[in-house]
């Protein structure tokens, strides 16, 4: 797979960034075999034309035998189009992705409930259908300016429309049915007076690995982007007659496809619906503030952001220094916990600010002067 990164600085080491973009493809199961810088900057790279990027990029689909070329950003399908057919004039047949669908395609493998199946399904629709709305206004301009109306595209992309939207609605209403179930549990729990916490973060950050070693459970635990994409939960023992209800789900990235997070609206209710968020960080991660970022605006998106965090550091045995404590602002409101969920360092603090936040121990909190 050959992988090129729009969004690249024109030199210097590998970004970030770019290393994210090579662990997706790697994700979805493929080798990168070379990482083409992006050419953002030159005036025509919205067409490609006339920037040598086709020629550069066909020169190591051909040395490499590549039969996939993956574009770290968002492409038009006409774009997507043009590569394909530009690169196998040069006697090269690639399937070309871009970010969005490289995120799809990982999602597509993933899914192994019947819930999240539905849901990916859904996603590649609706991304579908926003294709094809492009292409429908595309040419619908073209038609104005021939001063004609019909054509056979036309009516092609009406019908493909039509069965999308018939097809996204069917969906719809089987996801409902299945998430049913667990927003009557969830109610249950709400009325049982559980403190009902959510495990979020950005993907690969070690949501997982901490839920099961708070909890004991034996959720899917890999070095790997995208490794749940389900949402489990169980019951989390505080204290002696303290417990909490903990659920683990889908973890975050920069730039998740819209899509994406409203087909998973219904697995990402958990997040919202939840008392206590537990905000899970890579604290090793070069990029964790971006990271941290980039999970508050999908807490956003989702409608979440005002459900109380804590910011929980993780893998604080990456990082030198870093002891297990927990942080509070002036006014003793726990801002974050460090943790290492592989050693267990400061997991009991985890649990002791989740008897904090339920109310179940006095505070610790002093009286805030402002
Ligand atoms: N050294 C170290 N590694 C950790 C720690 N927590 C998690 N990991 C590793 O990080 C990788 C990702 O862990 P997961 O628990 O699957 O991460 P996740 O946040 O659930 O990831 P997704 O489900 O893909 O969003 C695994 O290889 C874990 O072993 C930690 O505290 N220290
Ligand atoms: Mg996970």
């Given at each position: 797979?050959c992988?090129?990164?729009?969004?690249?600085?024109?030199?210097?080491?590998?970004?970030?960034?770019?290393?994210?973009?090579?662990?997706?493809?790697?994700?979805?199961?493929?080798?990168?075999?070379e990482?083409?810088?992006?050419?953002?900057d030159?005036?025509?790279?919205?067409?490609?034309?006339?920037?040598?990027?086709?020629?550069?990029?066909?020169?190591?689909?051909?040395?490499?035998?590549?039969?996939?070329?993956?574009?770290?950003?968002?492409?038009?399908?006409?774009?997507?189009?043009?590569?394909?057919?530009?690169?196998?004039?040069?006697?090269?047949?690639?399937r070309?992705?871009?970010?969005?669908?490289?995120?799809?395609?990982i999602?597509?493998?993933?899914?192994?409930?019947?819930?999240?199946?539905?849901?990916v399904?859904?996603?590649?629709?609706?991304?579908h259908?926003?294709?094809?709305?492009?292409g429908?206004?595309?040419?619908?301009?073209?038609?104005?300016?021939?001063?004609?109306?019909?054509?056979p595209?036309?009516?092609?992309?009406?019908?493909?429309?039509?069965?999308?939207?018939?097809?996204?609605?069917?969906?719809?209403?089987?996801i409902?049915?299945?998430?049913?179930?667990r927003?009557?549990?969830?109610?249950?729990?709400?009325?049982?007076?559980?403190?009902?916490?959510?495990?979020?973060?950005?993907t690969?950050?070690?949501?997982?690995?901490?839920?099961?070693?708070l909890?004991?459970?034996?959720?899917?635990?890999?070095?790997?982007?995208?490794?749940?994409?389900?949402t489990?939960?169980?019951?989390?023992?505080?204290?002696?007659?303290?417990?909490?209800?903990?659920?683990d789900?889908?973890?975050?990235?920069?730039?998740?496809?819209h899509?994406?997070v409203?087909a998973?609206?219904?697995?990402?209710?958990e997040?919202?619906?939840?008392?206590?968020?537990?905000?899970?960080?890579?604290?090793?991660?070069?990029?964790?503030?971006?990271?941290?970022?980039?999970?508050?605006?999908?807490?956003?998106?989702?409608?979440?952001?005002?459900?109380?965090?804590?910011?929980?550091?993780?893998?604080?045995?990456?990082?030198p220094?870093?002891?297990?404590?927990?942080?509070?602002?002036?006014?003793?409101?726990?801002?974050?916990?460090?943790?290492?969920?592989?050693?267990?360092?400061?997991?009991?603090?985890?649990?002791?600010?989740?008897?904090?936040?339920?109310?179940?121990?006095?505070?610790?909190a002093?009286p805030?002067?402002?």
């Open positions: 797979m992988l090129d990164i729009g969004r690249a600085a024109a030199a210097g080491r590998a970004s970030d960034r770019e290393q994210e973009a090579a662990r997706l493809v790697e994700s979805a199961g493929a080798d990168v075999v990482v083409l810088r992006g050419r953002r030159r005036p025509d790279s919205k067409t490609f034309a006339g920037t040598g990027k086709i020629e550069e990029i066909g020169d190591a689909v051909r040395l490499h035998g590549a039969h996939t070329v993956v574009f770290d950003h968002a492409l038009s399908a006409s774009q997507v189009r043009n590569v394909e057919r530009a690169l196998a004039e040069g006697g090269q047949a690639v070309v992705y871009d970010r969005t669908e490289l995120i799809l395609e999602f597509g493998q993933r899914a192994r409930s019947h819930e999240g199946k539905l849901q399904e859904l996603a590649r629709l609706e991304h259908a926003t294709r094809l709305v492009r429908w206004s595309h040419l619908e301009r073209q038609r104005g300016g021939l001063g004609k109306t019909g054509g595209g036309e009516k092609q992309i009406e019908l493909d429309r039509r069965m999308i939207g018939e097809e996204v609605k069917k969906l719809k209403a089987r409902a049915k299945v998430t049913q179930d927003a009557t549990q969830r109610s249950g729990r709400a009325r049982a007076g559980v403190l009902r916490v959510s495990l979020v973060g950005y690969n950050a070690g949501k997982s690995t901490l839920f099961n070693r909890t004991g459970a034996d959720a899917y635990v890999a070095d790997q982007l995208f490794a749940t994409l389900d489990t939960t169980r019951k989390l023992w505080l204290a002696n007659d303290s417990s909490a209800a903990i659920s789900t889908v973890g975050f990235i920069q730039d998740l496809p899509s994406l409203a998973f609206r219904a697995t990402l209710d997040a919202v619906q939840a008392d206590v968020l537990l905000h899970v960080v890579d604290s090793a991660s070069p990029s964790r503030d971006e990271q941290i970022a980039a999970v508050n605006k999908v807490l956003k998106e989702i409608g979440a952001a005002n459900v109380p965090q804590i910011l929980v550091w993780n893998q604080i045995d990456r990082v220094g870093l002891q297990p404590e927990v942080i509070r602002d002036p006014c003793g409101k726990i801002l974050n916990i460090k943790v290492s969920a592989v050693t267990g360092a400061g997991l009991e603090l985890i649990r002791g600010a989740l008897l904090e936040m339920a109310g179940a121990t006095p505070t610790d002093q805030c002067a402002a």
